[in-house]
């Protein structure tokens, strides 16, 4: 698994990205995929994460109703589609594969993870 997170940008509030994140390796389908931020002076948060299949996705409290995660499995790339950004979205945003039976939204249960995109949202 080698993850390339790319599409963040400057951006206004109330505006969208879409945030995308290929997997150069083999095994990208055997994976839960997951997108985790974090701002500065902050911990790593959990953002939104997606089975294997797509079928189950889970998301963060703070960006529920706003962020849609989704993947396609053919092109070995998972996204992450924000909607009505805030200043409070600004992070650098990291996407990681899950691995085991862990937690859906725990940052323990991914790794590898990707470089990070920054996302920086102006008010």
């Known amino acids: 698994v080698q993850l390339q997170a790319s599409g963040g940008g400057l951006v206004q509030a109330g505006g969208s990205l879409r945030l995308s994140c290929v997997d150069s390796?083999?095994?990208?389908?055997?994976?839960?995929m997951g997108w985790f931020r974090q701002a500065p002076g902050k911990e790593r948060e959990f953002v939104a994460s997606i089975g294997r299949n797509g079928r189950i996705k889970y998301y963060g409290e703070s960006v529920k109703g706003r962020f849609t995660i989704s993947r396609d499995n053919a092109k070995n790339t998972v996204y992450l589609q924000m909607n009505t950004l805030t200043s409070e979205d600004t992070a650098v945003y990291y996407c990681a594969a899950k691995y085991g039976y862990g937690s859906y939204t725990a940052l323990e249960s991914f790794s590898p993870w990707g470089q990070g995109t920054l996302v920086t949202v102006s008010s």
């Open positions: 390796g083999r095994t990208f389908s055997d994976n839960g």
